[in-house]
């Protein structure tokens, strides 16, 4: 749920994030990186398995309702992730953190964990898209089941499995290997450790007074919110920047950081649009998770490539999750696999700055209600224009990204054969 502009290279003012701003600067940072959905199972699907969430059948977060229509409730056993191929060609393969593409009500849930997809490892992954709490015992009504014994009062679930993250890396420092650190952070429920939490009060204390509300009032009774200035979550943002500067230290120490490619995403925007108080704010962008609009999916997303990508690079290519399975094969000199990411095109010439992809557009499928008022859509983004079709009444709206990021200036009415163009394309 970390949106596009909860990160100090992304223009925050209020959230903290030193150590993924270095990242930034030591990489390629994406201003216009996308994830494949607005809500997170059918994004991971896309990372792991290469290919968009419509052809894979998880079109919405696994445990979500099926109205108006059914989805694929887990990852099929059939897909080559990309764990197992980077497995068949002996890497270490671990995965921390949240999964959530397994079956919640199946008895045979654990045949869909992380560790039968390709992983040797998995701690923390089950089918559930949220932790209880982020304190141990990590357990309120239910517990996760798949974190290793061990912990004390007031560990903190992102420093957790930062832990056991920096375990793998030291088991592992003399073979290849891929440690795929999914955060549960900053996903509700918004917890974070006392001591960020009166820090950011402080300094929420100290912003500048405003006229400008809040929460402004759209889509029906749907509060959206205007500021950044969330205590918890911000606290929440910054556990999770320290565990990327943890990692980065990790690498140093083992003398591998040179050899290390790291990739940062999200899977889909921030939390911004519900009934109740939202915990961050996605503008310039409009709207949130759940929605189509830019701040439902543009996401924030760096890669660090030592001695292949130019530090300090930004790239404005519209590039998005499905990419990462074939960037990620090249990356390792392995063969490419057309028939599995069949909707993935390799990064490895933008980040190597010798051309554009050869792609014509990006295309969303998101055929469900959500709870930040979000109705069925689907969505193409070709060069700067994108067009969002609304399946209730089949009406479309166009906007051009290069000069209205905010999506304020619907151009369906005055481009009528631009609009004919991608809505034939999607």
Not at 76 to 93: M, N, S
Request: charged fraction near 25%; proline fraction near 8%.
């Amino acid at each position: 749920d970390m949106g596009w502009k909860d990160l100090g290279c992304y223009g925050s003012t209020f959230y903290e994030t030193p150590n993924i701003d270095r990242l930034a600067g030591e990489g390629m940072r994406f201003t216009d990186a996308y994830a494949a959905c607005p809500v997170c199972s059918p994004t991971r699907a896309s990372i792991v398995a290469g290919k968009y969430p419509a052809r894979l059948g998880i079109t919405q977060w696994i445990g979500g309702p099926n109205e108006p229509t059914s989805y694929r409730h887990y990852l099929p056993l059939e897909e080559v992730t990309i764990a197992e191929a980077l497995k068949e060609a002996g890497y270490a393969t671990g995965f921390v953190g949240k999964w959530h593409l397994a079956p919640p009500d199946e008895a045979n849930v654990t045949d869909f964990y992380p560790d039968h997809q390709g992983f040797d490892v998995n701690i923390g992954g089950d089918s559930s898209g949220s932790p209880p709490t982020y304190f141990w015992p990590y357990e309120k009504k239910r517990r996760l089941e798949t974190l290793p014994p061990g912990g004390q009062e007031g560990e903190y679930l992102t420093d957790r499995l930062t832990d056991e993250s920096l375990k793998f890396l030291e088991a592992n420092k003399n073979r290849p290997f891929l440690l795929y650190l999914s955060h549960y952070a900053v996903h509700m429920p918004i917890e974070a450790k006392p001591a960020l939490i009166e820090k950011y009060e402080a300094k929420a204390g100290k912003l500048p007074r405003t006229e400008e509300p809040k929460f402004v009032t759209m889509y029906g009774r749907y509060k959206t919110r205007q500021t950044q200035d969330n205590p918890v979550y911000a606290g929440m943002v910054q556990s999770v920047d320290e565990s990327v500067g943890r990692v980065l230290k990790k690498l140093d120490e083992l003398g591998v950081a040179d050899d290390t490619a790291i990739i940062f995403m999200s899977d889909n925007g921030g939390l911004s649009t519900v009934p109740r108080d939202a915990p961050t704010c996605n503008l310039p962008l409009r709207a949130g998770k759940g929605w189509l609009y830019e701040g439902g999916i543009r996401e924030p997303m760096i890669i660090k490539w030592p001695g292949e990508v130019q530090p300090g690079s930004v790239c404005s290519e519209p590039v998005t999750s499905t990419d990462f399975y074939p960037t990620m094969l090249q990356m390792a000199g392995l063969p490419s696999r057309p028939k599995q990411h069949v909707d993935g095109v390799s990064l490895v010439p933008l980040l190597k700055g010798e051309g554009e992809l050869e792609r014509q557009a990006i295309y969303w499928h998101y055929p469900h209600y959500h709870g930040s008022g979000s109705k069925p859509s689907g969505a193409v983004r070709a060069g700067d224009y994108k067009l969002i079709e609304w399946y209730e009444d089949n009406s479309v709206e166009l906007y051009n990204l290069k000069d209205d990021i905010g999506e304020q200036h619907d151009l369906a009415g005055r481009m009528p054969d631009k609009a004919a163009e991608l809505r034939g394309l999607l």
